[in-house]
Nanobody
Framework: QVTLVESGGGSVQAGGSLRLSCAAS????????MRWFRQAPGKQREGVAG????????FYADSVKGRFTISLDNAENTLYLQMNSLKPEDSGMYYC??????????????????????WGQGTQVTVSS
């Protein structure tokens, strides 16, 4: 089992920056795919960014390209999301999620994937205009 704990959320004005962290507990099977999602009140959960942990390959939703950067510190087992030029529409609860190699490696680490083995509890981001 892997536990994911997010932190770093807060309230900022439009144009500001935040850096989210997702600390993953260590397990015999490391996650091979990690993702950030967000959900605003009354809206569906939206995939924001993802990373293939073995290669470090990142991918992003169009709405955050050029503003958000996902990264992974393998030594610290921590996933990050650097968010710059924040907009009010970026507000919401941000969650990290992971696919574990414990269940095989055949499931694609794609932006469209919504089913994951592990989820964090979320950290709130509020961007005011």
């Amino acid at each position: 089992q892997v536990t994911l704990v997010e932190s770093g959320g807060g309230s900022v004005q439009a144009g500001g920056s935040l850096r989210l962290s997702c600390a993953a507990s260590r397990d015999s099977y490391s996650p091979y795919c990690m993702r950030w999602f967000r959900q605003a009140p009354g809206k569906q959960r939206e995939g924001v960014a993802g990373i293939v942990t073995r290669t470090g390959y990142p991918f992003y939703a169009d709405s955050v390209k050029g503003r958000f950067t996902i990264s992974l510190d393998n030594a610290e087992n921590t996933l990050y999301l650097q968010m710059n030029s924040l907009k009010p529409e970026d507000s919401g609860m941000y969650y990290c999620a992971a696919l574990s190699g414990r269940y095989g490696y055949s499931r694609p680490c794609s932006l469209g994937r919504t089913e994951f083995d592990y989820w964090g509890q979320g950290t709130q981001v509020t961007v005011s205009s």
